[in-house]
């Protein structure tokens, strides 16, 4: 077996999952058809939970180095009284404003310090699986080659060729909206910046004040929209800036870049299909409003990484990598939910949505609406399957709920007092183990755990501003598999054999 593993797609998607896979120490290829990084930005955003993400990994500070950040967002393009991320229970309540060119720079010097090899210019053309591994087939410019991996996940966007080759089903709705982005020169100076409703769809507006390269978004509503692979033309870009903005912008060379783009709303029927996964766009496509796409992706490989790795290393409990699917395509199904609603209340009928839109920015008004809607568009509603007498809820997994408040969510960022001084519980998880934290002066749940220390840190600390639980474990993703209020140990062990097989593997 050359690899454990063959991640396509050089994404931020791609690249997470690679460097999580590598952290817990899988051999892990990532390809890519591309021969260099696309260079623009389809997406600019990092949302809380992304951040959060990135903290449990030790990588914040390098996202937050020269980035802006906003505590407040729109909801359907109402700016008026726009989501409160001070509504949000979280120690980073904002969201980074980092370009994807930037994201996939900085994922791409992770990788690097890892030793995660990346081969540009190999496109996936075939698979074969068997009960043992799957057979890649890869074509390069020097001709095809064949790969031989445990397994092997597609990151590779929504046309994903490995979730065509797969066979897995790709059901949802067909387009209705015709949509171009440009970031083109505009010869013209002075021209607000703006998000603007027209009658007949929508355009961004985002040049600088003395003109030159920006960006512009028009959305047509009721339009014929051609296939996404189609290429747009300068001449089509003013045409449509024409027919929704109502006047003519002088819009001209040099053109960084052009796509088109549609509210053309699947996901995948199954995000496993025996060795081979699906991740990011390949698993779900939805209409590109709220920086949803991006972060979503990164949260199926958080969630996929660790326990595609323990699959590998030999120790995943029964169950453990189907989660995955049954975890993150529940998620995903609430974020092609809330992208349809937004884009269904920027229609420009007035006869019907303008009224909606009123009503809707009146409830935005109101702070448990508010944080409702700021916690879906953030990632951090999210609830997983919890500890073995728990289950979930809609949000992330089946069965009853879950016994303690804090089962299934993402860990709270606790200030911990130990040993070796003060730290975050953050830090802990920084190597993408998971942690077993004991705030008890007994000890009872760490002795506990002591069984499955090869596998989790056990960790015994004090919580001086007060915590949350007595006792709890964390799984590598940050979410928590079980917790307790007093010093018992009572469901841990079921918990730790869930998530992190029987006792005595080694």
């Known amino acids: ?149 445990g397994y092997l996940v597609g990151c590779d966007g929504g046309r994903s060729t490995v979730r065509r080759l797969a066979g897995i089903p790709f059901p949802g709705l067909a387009a209705s909206v015709s949509a171009m982005i440009g970031y083109v020169t505009l010869k013209e100076k002075d021209v607000p910046r703006r998000w603007q409703r027209t009658r007949t769809g929508v355009v961004v507006l985002a040049f600088p004040p003395e003109g030159g390269i920006g960006r512009v978004v028009v959305i047509e509503y009721g339009r014929d929209h051609p296939s996404p692979q189609d290429p747009v033309t300068l001449e089509e870009l003013r045409a449509g800036v024409h027919r929704v903005y109502g006047r003519e912008l002088d819009l001209a060379e040099p053109v960084s870049w052009m796509s088109r783009f549609s509210d053309a709303t699947r996901q995948a029927e199954r995000y496993r299909s025996g060795r081979v996964l699906l991740a990011g766009d390949a698993a779900h496509i939805h209409f590109p409003i709220g920086g949803q ?71 935005l008004g109101l702070q448990d609406t508010n944080r409702l809607l700021t916690a879906a568009l953030n990632g951090v509603d999210v609830r997983y399957g919890g500890s073995a007498q728990g289950g979930g809820t809609p949000d992330g997994g089946g069965g009853p709920e879950p016994r303690h408040p804090l089962d299934g969510l993402f860990v709270p960022d606790l200030v911990l007092e130990g040993e070796h001084g003060s730290s975050r519980l953050a830090e802990l998880l920084h190597e993408g183990r998971g942690v077993l934290l004991d705030l008890t002066e007994e000890g009872t749940p760490a002795k506990a755990a002591r069984a499955w220390d090869h596998r989790i840190d056990v960790v015994r600390a004090r919580c001086p501003a007060g915590a949350p639980a007595g006792a709890l474990l964390v799984r590598p993703d940050g979410h928590v598999a079980w917790a307790a209020d007093d010093g018992s140990e009572r469901g841990l062990r079921e918990a730790l054999a869930r998530w992190f097989g029987p006792q005595d593997w080694r």
């Open 293 to 363: 796409g991006l972060n979503t992706g990164v949260h199926d490989a958080m969630n996929l990484g660790w326990k595609l790795a323990a699959q590998v290393n030999g120790w995943a409990p029964e169950g453990l990598l189907d989660s995955y699917h049954e975890e993150r395509h529940r998620a995903g199904e609430r974020v092609l939910l809330y992208t349809r609603a937004q884009l269904a209340l920027m229609n420009p009928d007035e006869h019907h949505v303008t009224a909606l839109r009123e009503v809707f920015e009146e409830l």
């Open 1 to 149: 077996m050359e690899y454990d593993i063959v991640v396509a797609g050089s994404g931020p998607v791609g690249l997470t999952l690679a460097c999580e896979l590598r952290l817990a120490g899988v051999r892990v290829l990532v390809v890519d058809r591309l021969t260099e990084p696309a260079g623009h930005d389809r997406a600019g955003v990092l949302h809380t939970r992304t951040v959060e993400c990135l903290d449990i990994r030790g990588l914040l500070d390098r996202f937050e180095d020269g980035a802006d950040s906003v505590s407040g967002l729109p909801f359907a393009g109402i700016f008026s009284k726009g989501l409160d991320h001070g509504t949000l229970d979280t120690g980073h309540p904002y969201s980074l404003l980092v370009p994807q060119s930037r994201t996939e720079e900085l994922l791409t010097a992770r990788a690097a310090e890892l030793g995660v090899p990346i081969r540009r210019g190999h496109e996936v053309v075939a698979l074969r699986q068997d009960p043992d591994g799957v057979r890649v087939g890869i074509r390069t410019a020097d001709g095809d080659e064949e790969v031989r991996a």
